[in-house]
């Protein structure tokens, strides 16, 4: 009986690797046919199969080359990008918004990361270093400021100068805008605080109560004028001022 099985197992073997081959011969769709419907296949069959397939292939018109989809057409290099939703085309003459800290000088940005270090650390003595590598001590009222820590911390709620630095960070991390020309450009934050605020943009609005409190902010929009933190750095790395 076991060799029966074997035997069985061996024929069965054989049939399959003889439906492969033809597999092979005749292409995807016959093979298929033959294999599901489990007929034998004569040897006349086989001789006749591919002579009847080439006929009929033979006897198919050429077909077109499909078109491209339209969103797989080249597009010029020189196309610009989409603007962001909400975003408008700024009318002509007004100062690029700009949001991507990548296109800043190199001095900038190194500015920027030795404030916002500061800043994190929720220390406000920690901001001294950072002035003290400033060229100039950049202005911080009015009025001349003769030791900036104890200015803030005076000016603080908390008199430790957290409302301060937490100010500071959120203007930072706003939209930039540039002004002037060569050495004396300068780099703003944020970028409303030389906007008429009264013809902000409903995303712009939304930048806007990110960095004011909306009860100081809901009187600056009345009168068109922005009147709280502001921040310069020059193209050269140096902080210019951040006041109010």
């Known amino acids: 009986m076991s060799r029966t099985r074997i035997v069985m197992a061996a024929f069965a073997a054989l049939v399959a690797g003889t439906l ?9 769709h016959a093979s298929r046919a033959a294999v599901q419907s489990g007929q034998e296949i004569s040897p006349a069959s086989e001789d006749e199969k591919p002579q009847s397939m080439a006929a009929s292939e033979a006897a198919k018109p050429e077909a077109a080359p ?48 030795s404030i916002v270090v500061a800043a994190q650390s929720g220390n406000i003595d920690e901001m001294l270093p950072v002035l003290e590598e400033n060229e100039l001590p950049p202005m911080l009222s009015a009025t001349a400021v003769s030791d900036p820590i104890v200015f803030w911390k005076k000016a603080s709620a908390d008199g430790q100068g957290h409302d301060i630095l937490a100010a ?10 540039r002004k002037g020309e060569g050495k004396d450009m300068m780099y703003i934050w944020p970028y409303f605080a030389e906007m008429d605020l009264t013809k902000l943009t409903p995303a712009q609005e939304v930048d806007f109560y990110r960095v004011v409190p909306p009860p100081l902010g809901v009187e600056m929009k009345k009168s068109g004028k922005y009147t709280y933190y502001r921040a310069g750095i020059g193209a050269d790395g140096v902080w210019h001022y951040f006041l109010r």
């Not at 492969?20 to 995807?28: K, T």
């Not at 500071?168 to 805008?177: A, D, I, K, R, T």
């Open 168 to 177: 500071m960070m959120n203007v930072f991390s706003s939209g930039f805008m």
């Open 66 to 113: 499909a078109p491209k989809p339209e969103s797989d057409a080249p597009k010029s290099e020189s196309a610009t990008p989409p603007a962001p939703p909400g975003a408008e085309a700024p009318p002509p003459g007004t100062p690029e918004v700009i949001y991507d800290f990548n296109r800043l000088p190199d001095e900038i940005r190194d500015t920027l990361q």
């Open 20 to 28: 492969l081959i033809v597999y092979a011969q005749w292409g995807e």
